[in-house]
């Protein structure tokens, strides 16, 4: 299962720290995505098991993707946030081997039901 929570209105340049916890994806990649309305779904950040991270250009040197394996959270903290970051943000998870760091949607296998973030 996949919850997130965090999401919000901010104002622009503002900060928000997107939480999501992933009972039962210790083993898995994670990743954040975004979908706009009228747009489709975008990779926004992505962690595998080791650690390693992958960003989409937009959000590179403003949003941090971690996880705390203790705690089966995946976090986003997005800051200098832009009207154009507005968006429901969802966590996903991938099985072990995968293409994570590709930032597709269609790698991803599990997904939450999405946090609201409006700037």
């Known amino acids: 299962q996949l919850v997130e929570s965090g999401g919000g209105s901010v104002q622009a340049e503002g900060s928000l720290r997107l939480s999501c916890v992933c009972s039962g994806y210790t083993y898995y990649s994670l990743g954040w995505f975004r979908q706009a309305p009228g747009k489709e779904r975008e990779g926004v950040a992505a962690?595998?098991?080791?650690?390693?991270?992958r960003y989409a250009d937009s959000v590179k040197g403003r949003f941090t993707i971690s996880k705390d394996n203790a705690k089966n959270t995946l976090y986003l903290q997005m800051n200098s946030l832009k009207p154009e970051d507005t968006a429901m943000y969802y966590c996903?998870?991938?099985?072990?081997?995968?293409?994570?760091?590709?930032?597709?949607?269609?790698?991803?296998?599990?997904w939450g039901q999405g946090t609201q973030v409006t700037v």
């Open positions: 996903a998870a991938e099985p072990p081997g995968g293409w994570w760091f590709r930032l597709q949607p269609a790698d991803f296998r599990y």
């Open positions: 962690i595998s098991t080791d650690g390693s991270t």
